[in-house]
Antibody, heavy 119, light 110 residues
Framework: EVQLVESGGGLVQPGGSLRLSCAAS????????FHWVRQAPGKGLEWVAY????????YYADSVKGRFTISRDSAKNSLYLQVTSLRAEDTAVYYC????????????WGQGTLVTVSS | QSALTQPASVSGSPGQSISISCTGT?????????VSWYQQHPGKAPKLMIY???KRPSGVSNRFSGSKSGNTASLTVSGLQAEDEADYYC??????????FGFGTKVTVV
């Protein structure tokens, strides 16, 4: 089955860190670029980070630059997001999303993992 | 990143057609033909419904169509069905800002 499955979310105190994971299956992981997109409770979607097929080209939204790190491991068919210096406003469901080929859309999403930043 | 402007809610009766607008700027919607639309049911992941302004992925009903004029894109749902009740988000490639999403529109089938 073609799918993305996120994990690693949880409750963390302000200033804390987490490592989110996204396991891919059913397709050629190395051929696709990936993104993290988040959604605060009751709010809209916000693009967070991008990584290309090689892992050499990476971009971040200004709101997370310097605090979040995206990476990938093709041997494990997995995408990661290291989130540090967390703030209350980082509370959200974090989705990984796939972009395969020379396209500008996200054709496959995971079910999301919830990160709650609270003391 | 500034979000794209969408109406907060749109409603229609079964069988009717509705349209959702998505307004940006010449730096995003107006500058590229890379507008996509996503449907999200409560508690579920978003689903790609339209890409490249007006293209439908395999498996998406032809009741969904997209268009663009200037800095405004639109999603039209024809023959509205109960299962279409969901939140809809537009998204545009924005060059150096990468991707920007709309605030979202809640579609209600009354």
């Amino acid at each position: 089955e073609v799918q993305l499955v996120e994990s690693g979310g949880g409750l963390v105190q302000p200033g804390g860190s987490l490592r989110l994971s996204c396991a891919a299956s059913g397709f050629t992981f190395s051929s696709c670029k990936f993104h993290w997109v988040r959604q605060a409770p009751g709010k809209g979607l916000e693009w967070v980070a991008y990584i290309d097929t090689s892992g050499n080209t990476i971009y971040y939204a200004d709101s997370v630059k310097g605090r979040f790190t995206i990476s990938r491991d093709s041997a494990k068919n997995s995408l990661y997001l290291q989130v540090t210096s967390l703030r209350a406003e980082d509370t959200a469901v974090y989705y990984c999303a796939r972009e395969c080929g020379e396209v500008y859309n996200f054709d496959l999403w995971g079910q999301g993992t919830l990160v709650t930043v609270s003391s | 990143q500034s979000a794209l402007t969408q109406p907060a809610s749109v409603s229609g009766s079964p069988g009717q057609s509705i349209s959702i607008s998505c307004t940006g700027t010449s730096s995003d919607v107006g500058g590229y033909d890379y507008v996509s639309w996503y449907q999200q049911h409560p508690g579920k992941a978003p689903k790609l419904m339209i890409y490249d302004v007006s293209k439908r992925p395999s498996g998406v009903s032809n009741r969904f169509s997209g268009s663009k004029s200037g800095n405004t894109a639109s999603l039209t749902v024809s023959g509205l069905q109960a299962e279409d009740e969901a939140d809809y988000y537009c998204c545009s490639w924005a060059g150096s800002r990468f991707y920007v999403f709309g605030f979202g529109t809640k579609v209600t089938v009354v």
